[in-house]
């Protein structure tokens, strides 16, 4: 048993209900799956609780939770090879005065964890800044600093740069004041000792996982959706949770009920489509929250394409009988991924890139082989030797990854104890992290 101590928090471990979940756990779930053994996860109330199990006889095996090998930390633990550089950011406020340097934080109310290097770097500035004051504290985490400044309780907070860009599209009012000191690397922390048989396999897993890519898939997987929102696209986002969400929730609801689909999939659809405008038009005829094609509306008994209830049932209808009609040896979830391809493309289209992924020599059943052939069947090398032809094959690439952002997003946003209360109010926050048991694994479509 490997037994691995962690923080419950968005970038490294929580459950939702589809159960355990975050980047630092499926990183160590795949060390423990690599050593054939079984992984039990413990959360700590704070930092110095992860170092002190380290240190204790039963403890933890392994600390994975977004740790940075700080001087002040080398005798507590020994580290492994650094899998994520980060930066540590100041966070402040929208409409507030933008600090630009150390010496601006003098006379400001900030806040940071206990025992984070962040509150090293801030002892070590206050050498400089005699007058700077900053207040530690254990009864918080990173999204509670971040919401603590969105709502002014606090004017700045000093967070790494991959937190940020986890929680930043839920707090549309906090920004990046600057850049504290140079990039830190994350790495894993086992306890200090002679024995480094563990920190050996560590190591190479770390260097695997590297060499093998699967550590950036990871990586864009839990952070991607940033570089594909871009920043001003994350916060409009935001905005668009609380402003227009709660408008049409029900019915992508009843529409996901209906049709046995997650209604957040279907929400995420209709964001990528429209924003959720119910009276989009396109240049080429497409209208509606979901942009309906006239044909596709008629066929889906759709009488009025600008009636959002009307637009999302049909939607979800369609985006079904795509599904369906997929071959049968596509699974999920790259079966969720090859639908919405289709979705946006056709699935005549979507069959010419499976069988120019297959001729490649890649698998015609997997998104991420048939995600890198699709751009082709927009070059006339390519298309030429399809049945259908020509197609702008890179669109539904994008379509693809904004809507798995999107999806994140409004999965995280919301968790189980939200549902049908702070969403349909309007009154989006981060939800709490949810602690009841794993729920049975569903899938999006």
Same mark, same amino acid.
Do not use: C
């Given at each position: ?51 002190? $199990? %380290?240190?204790? #006889?039963?403890? =933890?095996?392994?600390?994975? &939770?977004?740790?940075?090998? *700080?001087?002040? +930390? !080398? ?121 480094? $048989? %563990?920190?050996? #396999?560590?190591? =190479?897993?770390?260097?695997? &996982?590297?060499?093998?890519? *699967?550590?950036? +898939? !990871? ?133 010419? &890139? ?7 020599? !890649? ?83």
């Amino acid at each position: 048993m490997l037994r691995v101590i962690t923080r419950n928090s968005p970038s490294t471990y929580f459950q939702d209900r589809n159960g355990e979940t975050g980047f630092e756990y499926e990183l160590v779930k795949r060390f423990a799956d690599d050593l054939g053994v079984e992984l039990k996860i413990e959360s700590a109330d704070n930092l110095d609780d992860i170092f002190s $199990s %380290l240190n204790r #006889e039963k403890g =933890a095996d392994l600390a994975t &939770a977004g740790l940075v090998a *700080s001087p002040a +930390r !080398l005798g507590k633990a020994r580290f492994s090879l650094p899998y994520m550089e980060v930066t540590p950011q100041i966070i402040y406020r929208q409409g507030q005065r933008r600090p630009t340097r150390p010496e601006d934080l003098i006379s400001k109310r900030i806040m940071v964890l206990k025992g984070s290097v962040h509150a090293e770097q801030l002892a070590n500035l206050k050498l400089q800044f005699p007058e700077l004051n900053y207040e530690e504290s254990s009864a918080v985490e990173v999204v509670d600093l971040l919401r603590m400044v969105d709502e002014g309780q606090i004017d700045l907070t000093l967070i790494n740069s991959n937190e940020l860009a986890m929680n930043q599209v839920y707090f549309p009012n906090v920004r990046v004041a600057f850049d504290l000191g140079d990039a830190l690397n994350l790495a894993w922390a086992t306890a200090p000792g002679e024995d480094t $048989s %563990l920190l050996d #396999e560590m190591n =190479a897993f770390i260097e695997r &996982a590297i060499a093998n890519g *699967s550590l950036q +898939r !990871l990586k864009d997987r839990y952070y991607g959706h940033v570089d594909v929102l871009g920043y001003v696209g994350a916060y409009t986002f935001a905005q668009h949770l609380q402003q227009r969400l709660p408008r049409y929730e029900k019915y992508f609801k009843e529409a996901g009920a209906t049709h046995g689909i997650d209604w957040r999939m279907l929400a995420a659809m209709g964001y990528q489509e429209s924003l959720w405008e119910p009276t989009a038009t396109s240049k080429t005829g497409v209208r509606g929250l979901m942009m309906l094609t006239l044909r596709t509306a008629q066929a889906m008994g759709v009488s009025n394409r600008l009636d959002p209830k009307q637009s999302i049932n049909g939607g979800a209808k369609y985006i079904k009988v795509v599904r369906d009609q997929l071959p049968e040896s596509i699974q999920e979830p790259d079966r969720t991924w090859f639908a919405l391809a289709a979705y946006n493309i056709g699935s005549g289209h979507l069959d010419d &890139a499976r069988k120019l992924t297959k001729a490649e020599g !890649l698998d015609p059943d997997k998104w991420l082989d048939v995600q890198k052939i699709l751009p082709r069947l927009s070059q006339k090398q390519w298309y030429s030797k399809t049945r259908y032809g020509y197609a702008r094959g890179g669109e539904p690439v994008h379509f693809v990854r904004n809507i798995r952002r999107y999806y994140d997003i409004l999965t995280w946003v919301t968790q189980p104890q939200l549902e049908g209360s702070q969403v349909a109010e309007g009154t989006l926050h981060v939800p709490g992290i949810d602690k009841r048991p794993p729920a049975t694994q569903t899938t999006p479509l």
